[in-house]
Each structure stands twice: as C-alpha cells, then as structure tokens.
C-alpha cells in the first residue's frame, strides 16, 4: 500500500542558471531558467555584466572623439552606429553632408549590414546544433567585406571612419572595382548559407512555430527590425522614416507572417538580398569626385543649445541617439537606443511555455549584441 | 582614446564658462584657472543660452492630445527631427498617466510604440524624463517630459501601460535614482543586485581616476617577468 | 528584494532612552553598494600547482620528462570558449577558417574543467569580475591566462568609467597580454605563440 | 586474433584469449587516438580550414600531445559529488565499449573468440553504457550533468529497440544469430540488397546510439554546454572521448559486417587475411567519414523530437519489415530475394518520403515583400 504522502509526488520546478558564461548566450548574458522536465516555466533574464559607461564617457569627449564610443558599443553594426551618432550631431548643427560622402556612407553601412547579417547566419547555426561549419562559412565571406572596411578605414573591426559633416578621408582609389568582386562573393555565400539551412528538414522542424510573437505584442514591447518585421508589421525606418539618401534607391522590404524564430530567419536573409542591391544602385550612382567633407568646417565642433532624437534602422533595428545639448563641444545627456535592449524585454514573453532547447534558439534569433545591451 | 589630462582640463573649463550667461553661484569653474596665464581668447558672439521654444503650428497633434485630456497644463514646443521637426509637450508629473493613456488610446493619436524613455539629470533644475512615442498607423511622433526635484524624484510608472517602459524605467532608476512607483518589479537592472543606492550617471558622480600601475602583488615576479 | 526607495544616507537610528554607564553603541554604518562590491573583488589565490610525476619520481629522468610534458601541454591548449565584448568577434574570427587557431592544436571547450587556457576578450566590468574569477578557479592546474585586448588589460577606452576594473590582472594572474583595441586574429596568435614560448620556459609547473 | 593462427602454436586458449585481448587494446587505443587527429582533419577539411598542422608533420604528433597533456592535468572531483558514483562512471561506460570488440571477427581468422551468439552479444552489450552516463550525470551534481544523464538515458534506451529489431530482420534472412556467419551468408550478395529498411532504421539508431551530431542531446553543446561530462577533467574525460569513439569503430564495423558484407563480400573467405583486412577497413570507413559529415552538416534535434522519432517511425517501420521477412520466409514464394528485395526497399522510400513530408505538413506563406517607394500603409 503506497504511503500517503507518497502518491503525490509533485514534480519539483528545477532552476538553472545559464550563466554568463554560456556557448550560447552571445556574451556574457545570464537568464535563470525555472523548468519543470523539459518544458520551460519562467525566465529571469539578467543583464549588465558588460555595462561599461559608454554615455557617461561620451559625455565627457567632444564630438571628434565621441564617434569610437559608438563603434564600441554596437560592435557588429558599427557604421549604423557611427550613421545616427553623426546624422544627430549634423542636425544638430545644420550640417550639410556633400553628395559622394553620402552615398559612400550608405555603400558602407548597407556593407555592414551584409557582415552583421553573416556573424547572425554563424552564431544560428551553432545554436541550432551544427558544429561550426555555419560559422566558418559566414566567417569566409565576412573577412571579404572586412578587407574592403580595412582597406578604406584602416582597422578591421573599430573604424571611426565617418565623421561629423562627411567621412575622415578619401577612399582608396580602386574603391568600387574592390566592392563589386566583393558582393560577387557575397552572393555565393549567401546562397551557400541558404542551402545549408534553409532547407534543412531538422532545421524547419527546429525552428517553425517557435517562439511565435504576435504584431500589436512585438509593437507593446517595443520590438524593432527583423523582429518586427517577422511579426508582420511593415516598419522599416530607411522607407518610413527616411534618412540620408535612402529614398534614392528602390529595394523589397521582407515582411513575415508568424513571428516565429524561421520567419526571422528568412527575413534577415531576404534583408541581405536587399542590401546587395542597394549597394550595387548605391555604386553605379556614386559620384567619381567630389568633396567629402563641406567647406566650412568650424575647427571645433560647437552645437547650438537643443535636442534630438536620431534613429537609424540598423541590422538589430532602430539604432536611436537622443542627443541633448547645452551648447559647448561635448554633449549633455547622450542617450543610445538599442534595439537589442528592447528586443531582448521580451525574451521572457517568447520563451514561457516552449522547450529548454528552444530558449536557444528564441535567443540566438534575436540576435543581440551584449555591449549594445548593456552600453 | 583615453582623454590626455592636460587638454581634458582646460576642456573642462572651457565648457563650464562657456554658454550659462555666469550667475556667481555657478561661476565656480572646477579649475579656477588664474586669467592671466589662459590665452586671451577673441571676444565670442553671445551664444544663445537656451534652445528656442517655438510653438508648434495650428492643428498640428498636441491640440488633439489637449482635446483627448482636458484641463490639463502642457506647454508644447517643436522639437527637431531628422524628418523635420516634432511636437515636444511638457507635462506635470500627476497629470502623466492620464496624458499616456488617451495618447495610446485615442484613434486620431494611436501612439502605441513608445521607442526610448531616457533620464536627463539637470544638476539644478532636477531630473527630467524624456518619452518619445511613435504611431505606425498616423505616423506621429510625440516626445512627452515630464520634471521631478531631487529630493523627491518619484515618477508614476508607465509598466502597465507600455511593457516596452518596464525595462527602460528599470534602467533609468538604476542610472538616474529616480523611482518609478507602481512598477511591478523595481529590482536593479545594469548594477549589482545589492547597489541601490548608487547613480553612475548622475552628474555628481566623477570618472575615477586612472590607477598608475596593476596587479604587482598579485603573483611574485608576475610585474618584473622575471626567469 | 532590495528596498524600494532609495535613501540618500542611510535613516540615523533614534537613540531611545540612554543608559547611563552602558558604552554608547556607534551603529554600525550600513555598508553602501559600493563597499560591498569592493569586498567582492579581492584577488584569486594563485597557487602553482605540484607536477604530479615529480612526486611519483622525484629525481629521476627530470629533464626529459619536463621537456616532453612542456611540449605536449604547448601543443595542445585548449581554451574556454568565453567572449566577453568586441574582442570576443576577432577571437572568433581566429578560429574561423582565414586564421585557424586548430592548426596549432588549440580548440575552444565550453567547460573550465576541460580547458587549460582562459582568454579574457573584452572589458572586465565590476558586476563581472567575481564571475571570471570563479571561472579561473574552476580550471583545473597547469592553467594560463591571455589578457586579449586593451579592456582586459587596463580598463582600455572604458577605464575612467568606475563601473569598470582597471584590468583583470587585478583579480587573476594574467601569463600573456595582447595589446590592441580589438587586436587583429595575427596579434592573438602571436600571444598564444608567446604563451607556448613561456610554457616550455617555465616548466616547473 | 594474429596468435590464433596455426603458426604460433600456443595450445591453452586461455593463454591465447589473454594476448589477444591485449593486442585488441594497444591496437584499439592507438586507433581511438588517430580517430580524434582524422575528426579534426576531415571536419576542418569541410568546414575550409586546415585542422592541427603545426605539432608533428600534418599534425601526427597531435593525438599523443593531447593525451599526454590530459595524462597530467590535475584531478578535480566537485566537492559535493557523490564519490561511488563519480568515481565507477568512467568504467560503467568504458568497460561495455571495451567489451564488444570482443565478439568482432576482424578476418576470417582473426577473431579474440567465435560466439555462436555474436550478434545478440554485441548488441546487449553496447546497450550497458546508459548507466554510465546516469551515474556520471547523477555524480557529478550539477544541473548541466543531470539533465544530460536523463536525456542520455532516454536517447539510448529508446533507440536501443529499433536497434533489435533492425538486427531480427536480418538474423530471419540469415538464419543465424553469429556475425561470423551471416557474413558467410553474404558470399554473392551484401545483405543491404535485401535489407535497405533494415539498413536505413540501423544507421539512424546507431547514429543515435552513439550520440553523434543529429542526436547528440546528451551533450548538446549549445544547450547543455558538455552536458554529462562537465564535470570531468583530465585524464578521466578523455576516457569518456577514449570510448566515445571505440563505440563508433564497432558500430561501423558492425554495420560493415552485417549490411556489406565485410571481409567475404567480392572476394570471398580464401584470398589471404591482408586483403580481407584492407576490405573490412574500408567498408568501416564509409560509416565512419558518414558519422563525420553527419557531424558537421547536421543541427541538433529537439529531446521530444528524438522520442517521438524512435517510438513513432522508426520501430513502427522495424515492425512493418519483420512481418514482411516473416510472411515471405514462411510461405517460400519462388523468387524470395526479388520479394525480400521489393518489399524493403519500398519501405524504405515510404520512410524517406514520411520525413521529407513530416516538416512540410503545414503549407508556410511565404514572405511578404513591400517595395520601399510606394508609401504602403502598416499590416497592423
């Protein structure tokens, strides 16, 4: 005869703890998941661990010096981030950016957005389970695009190439002969990833309905980007909220219709099929001289008392940077939007209910970048 | 990158002289560098000290806004945009849920995106929070501040009505010190657990020096790499 | 859960009604975040670890047994697959087929008790610190630290910002740094290249 | 095994047992060794990279670097494992590997000893390895360790079944439950011809067996970050990799022996044990740069994935192939093998096509694309 107390064994809920150190966690991010079997009950999500003042620290350099601060925080989108912190202080200003340095600008953020797009294809894939060769396939055509940003800026990874009122320098001279054989690879290698995975059976069986998120809950938490756009909300800020050149060029806007972890997939995929064309629009209307930089330039950078409220649709989605400033070189108050913040509020929401499994994936696909999290 | 002292200080001071026409109070620049040694510099144009505060035109989104929410005192102003220009309404602090919600609700405003809540710190005109909505149907944009003293900066806290807020108000509390009431979980968010009680970016608070040398005593002969 | 609202200072206690004679009982200042972090970031104890054999055989065939220990450990070191911030990508990238770290037998582990080498890619931050610190501790011996990049080193373009350690040498022993703000996949090699220089040197361990 | 030819001459079979046996362990742990350079090797070679080319001429010298290295770590053991458990967890999973090479006849002649029941023999043992991983996981006490030991557990049960009854079908074609003999069962023609269901239902459940990439949950590194062997350090974790990778030699070799025919299949039994030897290499190695592949271009499955996987197709299909050996064998129809032939490879392509079809029940949209000109309104 079983004993009382025996027959209701009650299943214990198990925390555990995916630490800041984790394979799959992008960083140093940390979430408890409470689970019970393998389904998962609740999530705490904890973030901070690299919060390492990049405001507080542009609050105190000019605005010269305030665009490497940029580039360090949003480490696998820089030019977005170096494009809005730039756009804010020129409007600022009232700065007018000289045609060629323009469509340069656009040539090399859409070519970030291609390398931002690679790291993604990577870090999925070894989410979902591959051993690597994901990564190594996305690595090969991303060191081709970081040639191209070596050659022009001068660093691989940290450029601080554009600056207020137009860009640091003049091109290399080969500049658009070097883009065009490097979107010939890219082509091949987007079409590579897209017969590694996409078709995949364990792939589709990995990642279809999971995580699904519905447009007015992606629109309450503030979701941007790819994410919004899986979740079917046609928001994109380069056609609604134009910036720059944009409205130049003609480009396909994927929109998804489940919100699930796929839909973000191939909308990041799509994405990248766009920016190839854009930058091949973007070269074939490039002006071949021109002054990069406008004739008067005051030495020091001085804005007029005010504020402004920048945004920037980069790969992770809307980049904002609400600029406040009480005249003087420095900047007040510089509050950077990320859109991996916002994105990742709504982990908690994605991930209740699905499998422990699953919470890596619904991570992996919300691409996040922990310093643009933490600042 | 790091900042070199030298230019840094004299930054410093120039900064502080600069645009505040300089009531004696504040004239206490961090360095009070004796004038005859600092260059004399050209005489500058009188820089204007605060942003104008140009009313929006007729018709424009804050007359719906006071329609949706009688009686209460917004004083609205125009605000640039890299799309042009966008309506600022400045808002007392009780009157801010009631403004929120009919901003949300409203069919003619439908402002349900809320992208960046950020805290501004003042020094001495306290501490103001700064919240800029967006409609995907009107296409609107709305920044809506409001401003609270330092001794007592209690915001009422927009978590329910936005869960985008909950993490941005977590965030600025963590930053700012200023306390979101009726936020359903104040814990903090980008400090340790236990440092309540401290505000990075408060403007009190300085940059920390940088140590001249580390780690010698950590390891013997880990500094001089002997062997 | 920390309280809510946040005092300034901490509330002075009310002094009820003093007893005369009795010593006048200071309370105790209520430690402020900041203090109890300070606490937490002492240093890790650095213990070199014993070689095992030497016990086993202590005097017998020591140097050839140390040469070939020296360059088995040399030739196969396995890191722990731990990015912290941008020089985790070109750690990353490192690996990736244009650089190749599996060519000199190095292969990422996601465990500490499985790796030999930690390589601190990014900026340390205080909030942190004590969980790279657990890490080192978890490793099992024969262990080495690479400081990858300017943040590790001494706080980088992050070291006035006081939420930031000023290097991670601070709270581990660090064998090799990197300079470089990232460093290029070449520099890291050559750390690594560097730290098998120092291995066959140092082969007491 | 090389002692039991006639030329050695050592009468007690005790004695001859004992060689052999250490003979089969130098040879199978210099082969694990090299089994770990040619992952590295061929993995790196599909992934466009070199793999380890510095230690040695083409990286030789790597495996035994590693081993040595592994060799004088330093021992951690977690301060609250459970010390039996910790401890008997390396041998519960290194012994069965060990084990089943016993019954493997490598030539014709080269076999430690001739088990009339070879087969059952290798299967019941391979199957002992799940306590193993219980115990590692359950001793090492962490959460990670756990939840890889159940998992483990899970996997290796329910794909031992499929496994079985894989192995039925064949032993009803050849009539005989000894390795030795269903290869001579093969002279004219590998059993894969007959067989391809039962072919295909092995493959997946010994992929799943020995918890390589597709099915590689256990360990998942991405979930459960080194999952049962996280705790383990040194010399006692690579004992762990040691029989990871003994399991994939017996496994091809099983799959060689069973499916193609082994050593007897073109050439039959007579032509010299150098041959023989050369083609049992080779055929083992087909399943072996298969495991690799798998291993690089395979993401993970889910856990209830996997289950439903075994339970819900694989042994439904082992079922379906049994009853249809059983209904030809009994009532002797004139051309059996064109039946045997027919029947199975048609159940085969049914579950080829049932996992084609599984992922694309539901019809997906496709995505929608707005041109970025026309100021098209919000979905929402």
Redesign the interface.
Same mark, same amino acid.
């Given at each position: 005869m079983v004993a009382e107390h025996e027959q209701g064994l009650d299943i214990v809920d198990?925390p555990?703890?995916m630490?800041?150190?984790?394979? *799959?966690t992008h960083?140093?991010f940390r979430m408890v998941l409470v689970i019970s079997g393998?389904k998962v009950v609740d999530v705490t999500p904890h973030?901070?661990?690299?919060?390492?003042?990049?405001?507080?620290?542009m609050e105190?350099? =000019?605005y010269r010096?305030g665009i490497?601060?940029a580039d360090?925080t949003e480490?696998?989108a820089q030019f977005s981030a170096e494009l809005g912190y730039c756009?804010a202080v020129e409007?600022?200003m009232g700065i007018e950016v000289p045609e060629r340095a323009e469509y340069i600008r656009i040539i090399l953020t859409e070519l970030n957005r291609l390398s931002s797009h690679f790291?993604f294809m990577g870090a999925f894939?070894?989410? *979902?389970?591959?051993?690597?060769?994901s990564?190594?396939?996305a690595?090969?055509e991303?060191?081709y695009i970081?040639d191209v940003f070596e050659e022009v800026s001068g660093d691989?990874?940290?450029y601080a190439y554009f600056r207020v009122g137009g860009l640091a320098w003049e091109v290399t001279d080969n500049f658009t002969q070097r883009v065009h054989e490097v979107l010939k690879k890219t082509q091949k290698g987007i079409k590579d990833l897209d017969d590694?995975?996409t078709k995949?059976?364990?792939?589709?069986?990995?990642c279809?309905n999971i995580g699904a998120f519905t447009? =007015?809950?992606a629109?309450?938490?503030?979701l941007s980007g790819p994410l919004l756009r899986a979740s079917?909300?046609?928001? =994109?800020l380069?056609?609604?909220?134009?910036?720059s050149i944009?409205p130049r060029?003609?480009?396909?806007?994927?929109?998804?219709?489940?919100g699930d972890v796929?839909?973000r997939y191939?909308?990041r995929l799509?994405e990248m099929r766009q920016s190839v064309s854009i930058i091949e629009q973007a070269l074939e209307k490039l002006p071949p001289e021109g002054p990069i930089v406008p004739e008067k330039m005051p030495r020091r950078l001085r804005t007029?008392?005010?504020?402004?409220?920048?945004?920037v649709e980069s790969p992770r989605g809307?980049w904002?940077v609400?600029l406040?400033s009480?005249?003087?070189?420095?900047p007040?108050?510089l509050?950077m939007?990320s859109p991996s913040?916002?994105n990742? *509020?709504?982990l908690r929401?994605m991930t209740v209910g699905q499998?422990?499994?699953?919470a890596?994936m619904i991570l992996g696909s919300m691409d996040i970048v922990?310093?643009d999290v933490?600042r | 990158m790091t900042l070199p002292d030298g230019q840094e200080e004299e930054a410093q001071g120039d900064a502080g002289a600069a645009p505040e026409t300089p009531p004696p109070a504040e004239a206490a620049a961090p360095t009070p560098k004796p004038a005859a040694e600092r260059p004399a510099r050209p005489a500058k144009e009188a820089e204007p000290k605060e942003a104008p505060r140009i009313p929006p035109p007729a018709g424009s989104i804050n007359e719906i806004l006071a329609a949706a929410v009688p009686g209460v005192a917004m004083l609205a102003y125009m605000v640039p945009t890299l799309q042009g220009e966008a309506v600022a309404v400045e808002v007392g602090r009780d009157d801010l849920v009631p403004v929120m919600t009919a901003a949300r609700d409203d069919k003619r405003l439908d402002l349900k995106y809320l992208r960046c809540l950020s805290g501004v710190d003042w020094q001495d005109e306290g501490l103001e929070v700064v919240y800029h909505l967006s409609s995907f149907t009107t296409r609107h944009q709305l920044t809506v501040k409001t401003r609270v003293t330092y001794d007592d900066p209690v915001v009422p806290s927009l978590a329910s009505l936005f869960p985008a807020a909950n993490w941005h108000e977590r965030e600025t509390r963590d930053m700012f010190g200023i306390v979101f009431d009726g936020h359903p979980n104040l814990v903090p968010l980008l400090l340790p657990d236990d440092m309540t009680d401290h505000f990075p970016l408060r403007k009190d608070n300085p940059l920390q020096e940088i140590e001249e040398w580390q780690g010698e005593n950590l390891r013997e002969g880990a500094g001089e790499g002997e062997e | 859960m920390a309280e809510v609202i946040a005092q300034k200072a901490p509330p002075a206690t009310t002094p009820e009604k003093q007893i005369e004679g009795a010593p006048v009982v200071v309370p105790e200042r209520e430690k402020t975040g900041v203090e109890r972090e300070a606490e937490r970031l002492t240093p890790a104890p650095y213990e070199p670890g014993t070689a095992l054999y030497r016990q086993v055989l202590p005097g017998i065939m020591q140097m050839p047994v140390d040469a070939l220990l020296a360059f088995a450990r040399e030739s196969s070191l396995w890191p722990m697959t731990f990015g912290l911030a941008c020089c985790a990508i070109e750690m990353i990238a490192t690996y990736m087929p244009h650089y190749d770290l599996d060519r000199f037998g190095i292969v990422p582990w996601p465990s500490p008790r499985q790796s030999d080498v930690m390589i601190v890619s990014g900026t340390v931050t205080k909030k942190m610190a004590p969980a790279v610190k657990l890490l080192y501790e978890q490793m099992p011996n024969p262990k080495w630290v690479i400081a990858m990049g300017a943040c590790a080193t001494n706080g980088g373009p992050y070291t006035r910002y006081d939420r930031v350690l000023q290097g991670v040498d601070k709270i581990i022993p660090v064998d090799v740094y990197v300079p470089g703000c990232p460093p290029r996949p070449e520099a890291l090699m050559d750390g690594f290249i560097a730290l098998q220089h120092k291995i066959m040197e140092e082969r007491s361990k | 095994m090389l002692l039991a030819a006639p030329s050695f001459g050592i009468s007690q079979p005790a004695v001859r047992a004992l060689l052999a046996l250490i003979v089969i362990t130098m040879v199978m742990t210099v082969a694990v060794a090299y089994a770990t350079w040619y992952e590295r090797k061929i993995i790196a070679r599909i992934q466009q990279r070199l793999g380890p080319t510095r230690t040695g001429p083409f990286g030789l010298v790597q495996p035994i670097a590693d081993m040595l290295k592994l060799l004088v770590k330093e021992d951690l053991r977690p301060a609250d494992a459970d010390p039996v458990a910790w401890e008997l967890a390396v041998f519960g999973i290194f012994v069965p590997a060990f084990l089943a090479v016993v019954a493997v006849p490598f030539t014709a002649d080269w076999l430690v000893s001739s088990l009339p029941l070879s087969l059952l023999y290798l299967l019941a043992v391979s199957g002992l390895s799940f306590i193993g991983f219980l115990m590692a996981g359950w001793g090492s006490n962490s959460k990670y360790a756990l939840l890889g030991g159940m998992r483990a557990a899970a996997q290796l049960i329910s794909y031992e079944i499929p496994l079985i009854l894989a192995m039925i079908g064949v032993v009803m074609v050849t009539r005989s439950a000894d390795v030795y003999s269903i290869i001579l069962f093969q002279d004219r023609v590998p059993l894969i011809v007959w067989q391809p269901l039962g072919f295909l239902i092995f493959l997946t459940a010994s992929i799943a067996e020995l918890e390589r990439q597709p099915f590689d949950i256990p360990t998942g590194e991405s979930e459960v970050a080194g999952g049962v062997f996280i705790e383990f350090s040194g010399i006692r974790w690579s004992m762990f990799q040691l029989t990871s990778y003994v399991n994939m030699y017996v496994f091809s070799l099983l799959g060689a022996f069973v499916f193609l025919g082994g050593w007897e299949w073109p050439f039959g039994r007579d032509v010299g044990w150098g041959y023989q030897l050369l083609l049992t290499s080779a055929k083992m190695s087909l399943f072996i740069v298969f495991y690799l592949w798998a291993r690089a271009t395979f993401p993970r499955l889910r856990v209830d994935q996997l289950m439903s996987y075994a339970w819900k197709v694989l042994i439904p299909f082992a079922l379906v192939q049994i009853f249809l050996n059983g209904l030809f064998i009994v009532y002797d129809p004139p051309y059996v093998d064109a039946f045997l032939l027919v029947s199975s490879g048609l159940g085969a392509a049914a579950l080829v096509t049932l996992v084609y079809q599984s992922v694309r029940v539901k019809p997906r949209l496709p995505l929608q694309m707005f041109s970025n000109t026309v100021e098209a309104r919000s979905v929402v």
């Open positions: 198990m555990i703890n630490g800041p150190q984790h394979p *799959s960083g140093v393998e973030i901070g661990y690299m919060h390492r003042g990049g405001e507080k620290l105190a350099m =000019d010096q490497g601060y360090r480490y696998l756009l409007k600022l790291m894939g070894i989410d *979902s389970g591959l051993f690597g060769t990564f190594t396939y690595f090969r991303r060191e970081q691989r990874l940290m590694l995975l995949n059976e364990i792939f589709m069986a990995r279809q447009a =007015d809950r629109i309450a938490y503030g079917g909300v046609n928001w =994109d380069r056609r609604d909220e134009p910036y944009y060029f003609t480009f396909q806007i994927p929109v998804g219709n489940y796929y839909d191939l909308v799509e007029p008392p005010g504020e402004v409220y920048a945004k809307e904002g609400y406040v009480k005249g003087g070189d420095k007040y108050r509050k939007r913040f916002c990742l *509020s709504a929401e499998f422990l499994a699953d890596v922990l310093c933490d | - | - | -």
